[in-house]
């Protein structure tokens, strides 16, 4: 299984090319699981790059998850766009 920091760099070159991330084996990421772990966690400034490339994006749908992660109010205020775009709606469950 790849690494929370791993999974996260492997998904944002595709979000932000418009484009579904893939996995190495070339099947398609279903949802982004962003799930922190006891020694890797993303940051709000993660999130922000995240939301940014999924701003950008109308091709991924499908759940974020984001817990275990140390994330603060901004993180929130990052995410907020995504939610009222007015097409390609990204995130189906957070």
């Known amino acids: 299984?790849?690494?929370?920091?791993?999974?996260?760099?492997?998904?944002?070159?595709?979000?932000?090319?418009?484009?579904i991330p893939q996995e190495e084996s070339g099947a398609t990421v279903e949802s982004?699981?962003?799930?922190?772990?006891?020694?890797?966690?993303?940051s709000?400034?993660?999130?922000?790059d995240l939301a940014e490339a999924l701003l950008v994006n109308n091709k991924f749908s499908g759940d974020l998850?984001?817990?275990?992660?140390?994330l603060t109010d901004l993180a929130?205020?990052?995410?907020a766009p995504i939610f009222e775009?007015?097409?390609g709606y990204n995130v189906t469950k957070l």
């Open 44 to 48: 709000d400034d993660d999130v922000r």
């Open 85 to 87: 775009k007015q097409e």
């Open 1 to 19: 299984m790849t690494s929370l920091i791993g999974r996260f760099m492997r998904d944002l070159p595709f979000l932000r090319q418009g484009m």
């Open 65 to 70: 998850n984001l817990n275990a992660n140390e």
């Open 76 to 79: 929130a205020l990052h995410l």
């Open 32 to 42: 982004l699981d962003y799930t922190g772990e006891e020694h890797e966690k993303l």
